[in-house]
């Protein structure tokens, strides 16, 4: 017999997916005055920096346009720098600018602060657990 839709990982993994981002969407405005798109954006940057418009979709799980428009929207607010690329003319370097780094810490306080909420109702063995067992679903998930 095959197991329900609603037992799958997939399902499941979804399901938490749209009930944690329902709070994030307002947890970031009040946090940080950014969209949840440009928080996630300018966390990764500053948690991966420098990055390139194709590292940060990648990191942040962005197609390269939405990575882009992130990254150029933190630009016109002063919180990212982007600079060419010494080594190749066509690409851009992404920092985090001192305003941005403020944001940032705020930022990550939020972040913790949420995560916090959603694995609260888990011991620390079972957090533990439960982080290792995503690691090694993510890497037999990515392309060999």
């Known amino acids: 017999m095959s197991t329900p839709l609603e037992r799958t990982l997939t399902y499941r993994l979804h399901q938490l997916h749209k009930l944690t981002d329902a709070d994030s969407q307002s947890a970031y405005p009040e946090s940080t005055g950014l969209s949840m798109s440009d928080g996630r954006c300018l966390t990764t940057i500053g948690t991966f920096e420098p990055l390139s418009v194709k590292a940060l979709a990648e990191k942040s799980n962005l197609n390269k346009a939405q990575a882009s428009r992130g ?6 607010q002063g919180l990212v720098r982007k600079e ?6 066509r690409g851009v370097v992404l920092t985090l600018t001192p305003a941005g780094r403020k944001v940032f810490k705020r930022a990550m306080a939020m972040v913790a602060q949420r995560n916090g909420q959603i694995f609260g109702c888990l011991t620390p063995q079972e957090q533990a657990t439960l982080s290792t067992l995503f690691d090694r679903l993510i890497a037999h998930a990515r392309p060999r």
């Open 71 to 76: 990254a150029q929207a933190l630009v016109d």
């Open 84 to 89: 060419d690329r010494p080594d190749d003319g």
